[in-house]
């Protein structure tokens, strides 16, 4: 087994270091937190770089690109610091590249290829979280046209976004699952609001709920098959939590790096804290958690270049890696003292944001559901 980096791996990493010194440097990420505020310019710097459009096909102004390479990018982006900062561009083609419409697809890529963001993934509602199928929010078609009532909340980068790639009821049908279409509504089309969320975690992500009043539409919406929406939503499901889970690691890896440092600075009863024993066995736990994501990460996205079938292991990698990185945050803010916890240190952002991971993608809890009952189907 070959751990090493291929001479293309380094190079990508080398250039992407040198682009994150430059236009990702702590203090911009910084205040982009304080001021709430989406990191544009830097994503816009990807694109002319040609990050963001690694991993699509060449037809469409791509270069295609392994998953094992694309999670190291990943993982690095979020080594600054920065939460979500890559990755979201490709989820968003392939959920277009595969499903879309012509249209679609020549709409969608080339806002991504403008640097812009194209669209929210609208799912969530205030009664249907984790329990996707029990969705309330209608699409009906008549005449060919499609009218949309209902509400999605949580919904995260909406406010900047051209469209919502939303999942609406189209038939009563008798298996919910099946009811489920996938629509791309423009966010500035008539009868849509919004209504801005102020959390605790992802201050550089918006959150908002967005509310459908009579939105009525052309049939072309449509994305993909009608009834089919929430197979095509599981379909890149597995590759989300990946991208989660690298972002997971990469932060973990940045909060384990601070208080490492931090804990051979700090001098407390005359000696560096990196020299009691309690300290290094929290950074003893924290490079064992690290050293097993990574693992995870690396050997998921190298089933996915082999096209072998994931089954549970989307499900376990992000569970492991959400809280496992999680716990190596919080272990750091400990490291830290009391100054972890003031609002503006580093530590205490990757504790927020790492804290948001084991609910975005499925719940700490529901990789639990999805994998059990792999795992227990797998050993009948
Ligand atoms: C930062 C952030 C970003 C998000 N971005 C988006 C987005 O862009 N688009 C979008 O559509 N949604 C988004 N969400 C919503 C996210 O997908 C939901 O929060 C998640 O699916 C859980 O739903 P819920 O919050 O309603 O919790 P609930 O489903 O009500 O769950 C509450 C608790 O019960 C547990 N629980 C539920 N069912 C079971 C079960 N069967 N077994 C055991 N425990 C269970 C859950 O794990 C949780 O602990 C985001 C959420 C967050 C926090």
Redesign the pocket.
């Known amino acids: 087994m070959d751990f090493g980096l291929t001479d293309e791996q380094e190079l990508l990493l080398d250039s992407l270091r040198e682009l994150l010194e430059r236009e990702c440097p702590e203090s911009y990420i910084a205040e982009l937190d304080r001021t709430h505020q989406a990191p544009t310019s830097f994503r816009l710097a990807l694109h002319e770089a040609g990050f963001a459009s690694l991993g699509f096909p060449e037809e469409y102004g791509g270069t295609p690109c392994d998953a094992v390479t694309l999670m190291m990018l990943t993982e690095r982006v979020s080594q600054q610091g920065l939460n979500n900062g890559y990755g979201i561009e490709l989820l968003q083609a392939k959920d277009i590249l595969e499903f879309g419409s012509q249209e679609q697809k020549a709409d969608i890529l080339g806002l991504l290829a403008a640097g812009a963001v194209p669209f929210?993934?609208?799912?969530?509602e205030p009664g249907a979280?984790?329990?996707n199928s029990a969705m309330t929010t209608t699409a009906v078609h008549r005449d060919g046209t499609v009218t949309f009532n209902g509400t999605?909340t949580?919904?995260?980068n909406a406010l900047d976004a051209k469209y919502l790639l939303v999942m609406a009821k189209s038939s009563d049908g008798d298996d919910e699952r099946t009811a489920i279409s996938m629509y791309l509504v423009p966010m500035d089309a008539p009868g849509v609001s919004t209504n801005k969320l102020e959390?605790i975690?992802?201050n550089t992500n918006d959150?908002c709920e967005i509310f459908m009043d009579d939105v009525t539409l052309p049939e072309s919406c449509l994305v993909g098959r009608q009834g089919n929406g929430f197979r095509q939503l599981m379909r890149n499901l597995d590759l989300e939590r990946l991208v989660i889970a690298a972002t997971c690691l990469g932060l973990a890896q940045c909060a384990f790096d601070d208080a490492a440092t931090y804990a051979s600075q700090r001098v407390q009863f005359g000696k560096p804290i990196g020299s009691f024993q309690l300290i290094q066995l929290k950074l003893t736990d924290m490079a064992i958690k690290l050293e097993n994501i990574r693992n995870f990460v690396y050997k998921t996205s190298w089933m996915v270049d082999q096209g072998i079938p994931l089954r549970s292991q989307g499900a376990l990698c992000k569970r492991y890696a959400a809280m496992a990185a999680f716990e190596v945050a919080d272990d750091a803010m400990q490291i830290f003292g009391g100054i972890g916890v003031n609002a503006g240190t580093r530590v205490s952002r990757l504790w927020r944001d790492l804290r948001?991971h084991r609910?975005?993608g499925?719940?700490?809890?529901?990789m639990v559901?999805i994998a059990g009952r792999q795992i227990i189907r797998e050993h009948r």
């Open positions: 929210a993934l609208g799912f969530t979280g984790s329990d999605k949580l919904i995260t959390k975690v992802w959150s948001g609910f975005g499925g719940t700490d809890e529901i559901h």
